[in-house]
């Protein structure tokens, strides 16, 4: 005996692509230039050339991004940095922003 039931939808769903925030890395005169590209390897996934890059442009402009990902993968890549930060004694923040 067989238990199918099928139902019918009045209305189409209406998926939308979820909401993108860009995580950035902000300057400090205290965190080393070496603990940033670490950050930024085993964070964000970068290569170290890349990170390099990043890292100086972080130290110059102040802040730079790192990465543009769903709310629930781009907060838990600031909590990722606090963590690791404080687990340094670094005052290394990151932050993000709706894009």
Same mark, same amino acid.
């Given at each position: 005996?067989?238990? =199918?039931?099928?139902?019918?939808?009045?209305?189409?769903?209406?998926?939308?692509?979820?909401?993108? +925030?860009?995580?950035?890395?902000?300057?400090?005169?205290?965190?080393?230039?070496?603990?940033?590209?670490?950050?930024?390897?085993?964070?964000?996934?970068?290569?170290?050339? =890349?990170?390099?890059?990043?890292?100086?442009?972080?130290?110059?402009?102040?802040? =730079?991004?790192?990465?543009? +990902?769903? +709310?629930?993968?781009?907060?838990?890549?600031?909590?990722?940095?606090?963590?690791?930060?404080?687990?340094?004694?670094?005052?290394?923040?990151?932050?993000? =922003?709706?894009?």
């Amino acid at each position: 005996m067989s238990s =199918e039931i099928e139902v019918e939808l009045e209305d189409e769903i209406d998926l939308q692509e979820p909401k993108k +925030y860009k995580v950035f890395l902000l300057n400090d005169d205290f965190s080393t230039m070496d603990f940033v590209i670490d950050v930024l390897v085993r964070v964000f996934r970068k290569s170290v050339d =890349e990170a390099t890059v990043i890292m100086m442009n972080i130290h110059n402009k102040g802040k =730079e991004l790192c990465g543009t +990902y769903t +709310y629930e993968i781009a907060s838990t890549k600031v909590a990722q940095v606090k963590s690791m930060a404080r687990e340094k004694g670094f005052p290394l923040k990151a932050m993000m =922003e709706e894009e």
